[in-house]
């Protein structure tokens, strides 16, 4: 909580990106400190892996992966677009490292 508001970290497949662009507006709206992924790279951030060897890809996505989970850190809880109920393996990770550490967990669809 940061003054009144409820922070809520949005995870998923960045292939979602409209329906994060959607959670994040309504998640704003109804008042909450929204924290999102810095980029899409499965729907339209292509050229942030451009030029990228595989060592560098590699590195790249683990610090994504890890920079996910801090931001995890900072909410109160998170928010998961699962939509047509498709959960990923990082999405998983995620929710288990966000529940080990008694963050709420929220869905767009019920699992």
Request: hydrophobic share 35%.
């Amino acid at each position: 909580m940061v003054g009144n508001y409820p922070v809520v970290t949005l995870c998923g497949s960045t292939r979602f990106k409209e329906q994060f662009i959607e959670a994040q507006k309504r998640l704003t709206l109804e008042g909450k400190i929204v924290i999102s992924v810095g980029l899409f790279g499965h729907s339209g951030d292509q050229e942030a892996w451009d030029g990228m060897d595989e060592g560098a890809l590699s590195r790249t996505k683990e610090m994504l992966d890890d920079m996910h989970k801090r931001k995890i850190d900072m909410a109160d809880s998170i928010f998961v677009i699962n939509v047509g109920g498709y959960i990923g393996e990082s999405t998983k990770s995620e929710i288990a490292y966000a529940q080990e550490h008694g963050k709420k967990v929220e869905y767009l669809e019920e699992p």
